[in-house]
């Protein structure tokens, strides 16, 4: 399960114009595209795919950014795919991230923070499979 995560470009970055750079370097990190649509959360589907974080102050916040405009969903394969793709998004805070990574060259700010990955393995399965059917993944 180590080999893949799940990315979401959020509505900001692709408002901005960014799915094609995004994209881009995702690729040129060596992350392969297994599955990949253009969609838009609707708020019942936001709160759900983070109901993690429901008791969070900023819950109410995201779910609304989150079901704002079309998102791009993904699951990408890598070996150690979910850690490496965290290195690549860089910290939440743009402000904070490290040079180069897709958080400091695309996102808005810490809640417009144009990218989401999937923090652990589990989650990286759970999240693909609320996007994709299995079909959808090669």
């Given amino acids: 399960m180590s080999n893949i995560t799940f990315t979401m470009i959020k509505p900001d970055a692709v408002a901005d114009g960014h799915i094609g750079a995004i994209l881009g370097k995702i690729t040129e990190a060596g992350f392969k595209i297994k599955a990949l649509k253009l969609t838009q ?12 974080h429901a008791e969070r102050p900023f819950y109410g916040e995201l779910t609304e950014f989150m079901s704002s405009g079309p998102i791009v969903a993904a699951v990408l394969e890598k070996e150690n795919a979910v850690e490496d793709f965290r290195k690549l998004i860089g910290a939440t805070n743009p402000a904070e991230a490290a040079e180069g990574t897709i958080r400091k060259m695309f996102a808005r700010s810490v809640g417009e923070n144009a990218v989401h990955g999937s923090d652990s393995d589990e989650n990286a399965r759970i999240e693909a499979d609320f996007h994709f059917a299995g079909r959808e993944i090669f």
């Fill in 41 to 52: 959360l609707t708020m019942a589907d936001a709160k759900k795919f983070y109901e993690v």
